[in-house]
């Protein structure tokens, strides 16, 4: 058979084709097998579980208060006679602040003082001249009485005997008789006299005299008290915040006078959910941030209420701190941050480093010795914003991916990114002298 130059080159065609195909055929064959042999690399941060203290964190918003507020409301209505101190002075327990006019209660504590020491004069007199006196009469009584009594006891018995010898009519010892019955008898009334007047006369006459006294002192007493109701004095130590009155002006007992505050110390109070408040105890750690300040103070929980708050169903809780510069002012809000619990060599990871979080449980990706990011559950304690403990799941010592493990594939292989050094100094900053960009 011969070929004609057309078939010649149609079969040169078909093999030249063939032989590309088997060629890129091979081509892509090898290349899907060294895909399917190299894995990518994906570069991540990891950090290394290690020990450390953490501490659980309660963050809320409270209000401004002062240590101590006393709101000077008069206990009498008077014209105010005189101030002595203005709004923003500093004063001191019992300080004098202001009087009241006073003359008519000036006068009726006088007039009460006088009745007083006349009602202790009477007293006086009662207990040391009028009742020994009249004891003592009644007394002398009763011995005149006594003598009497004696003598006609001594004549009944003498008639009696010469009665008896015939020597004496009956008449006569019959008088005599009688008149021993009546020396009796006034005898009798003279000692039930006295004692009378032992025992209830005297003790009644005391008690007329004392109650007389006691009344007096009453009354001057109660002058006494409104007459200092026209003084109004500080109760507490602190600062003068409001005085709205002017000398002249008609002072209210239904209207503050005066407002002292001791802000020496404030307390910070606010209100929390029941499970915070279960955290708490008095005496905790606090510290207490405000905007304008840069300074964050330091405070201290002292309350944590007992009860519930019946409308919002949270718990009061406050926290004082020490305001020696007066920055901090009632009415102000403060952001508080208090440490609830603190636990010393926890095992902690980073926060970033938690995935599907729920609860007490999560996930994590640790780092194997080939390189690898294998998914880890975990059972996690305490968590702050940057920290989270790690009660079981990890040990001490492994490394988990703390950037990019979210959407990373179980055992991908990893490679651990370096933190970034710190920028270099310009040496030539400052110098004076010209770098090279400058040279040329």
């Not at 002062?66 to 008077?78: D, E, H, M």
């Not at 002075?89 to 008519?104: C, F, H, I, M, P």
Request: hydrophobic letters at 40%.
């Amino acid at each position: 058979m011969k070929l004609t130059d057309n078939n010649s080159r149609k079969i040169v065609r078909l093999f030249t084709a063939w032989a590309t195909a088997t060629t890129l055929g091979l081509l892509l064959a090898g290349c899907s097998a060294s895909e399917k042999e190299e894995k990518p690399v994906v570069t991540v941060q990891a950090a290394t579980a290690q020990k450390s203290d953490i501490s659980r964190i309660v963050k809320t918003e409270a209000v401004i208060f002062p240590l101590a507020q006393s709101a000077i409301t008069p206990k009498i209505n008077a014209p105010v006679k005189k101030f002595y101190v203005t709004r923003g002075q500093k004063v001191s327990e019992g300080q004098l602040l202001a009087t009241l006019e006073n003359r008519d209660l000036s006068a009726a504590a006088l007039d009460n003082k006088g009745a007083f020491q006349q009602a202790q004069a009477a007293y006086e007199t009662s207990v040391g001249a009028t009742l020994p006196e009249e004891t003592q009469k009644t007394e002398l009584d009763v011995q005149t009485a006594q003598q009497e009594l004696d003598a006609q006891q001594k004549l009944y018995a003498s008639r009696e005997d010469l009665f008896k010898q015939g020597a004496l009519p009956r008449k006569d010892l019959d008088q005599a008789a009688v008149a021993l019955a009546q020396a009796r008898s006034q005898y009798n009334i003279a000692k039930k006299h006295l004692d009378n007047l032992n025992a209830l006369t005297k003790q009644q006459a005391l008690k007329a005299a004392g109650g007389q006294l006691t009344s007096a002192q009453g009354k001057l007493q109660g002058s006494e008290a409104q007459l200092s109701y026209s003084e109004i004095r500080s109760p507490i130590n602190g600062v003068v915040t409001d005085r709205p009155l002017y000398p002249g002006e008609m002072a209210s007992t239904s209207t503050p006078l005066l407002t002292v505050m001791d802000i020496s110390q404030i307390i910070a109070k606010a209100h929390i959910p029941q499970t915070d408040a279960m955290l708490l105890h008095k005496g905790d750690k606090a510290v207490l941030e405000f905007s304008g300040l840069e300074k964050k103070i330091d405070g201290k929980v002292t309350l944590v209420s007992p009860a519930l708050d019946t409308n919002s169903t949270t718990v009061e809780i406050w926290v004082q701190a020490a305001n020696p510069k007066q920055e901090m002012r009632p009415g102000m809000t403060a952001q508080i941050t208090i440490t609830a619990q603190t636990v010393h060599d926890a095992l902690v990871v980073p926060a970033a480093a938690l995935l599907n979080a729920s609860g007490d449980s999560a996930q994590v990706m640790v780092i194997d010795a080939q390189n690898q990011a294998q998914s880890r559950d975990v059972k996690i304690g305490i968590q702050t914003s940057e920290t989270a403990q790690i009660l079981s799941g990890i040990k001490a010592g492994e490394q988990v991916v703390s950037q990019g493990a979210f959407g990373l594939p179980d055992k991908t292989k990893v490679k651990v990114e370096k933190p970034e050094a710190a920028p270099p100094k310009e040496e030539n900053a400052g110098s004076g002298k010209p770098n090279a960009a400058e040279k040329n």
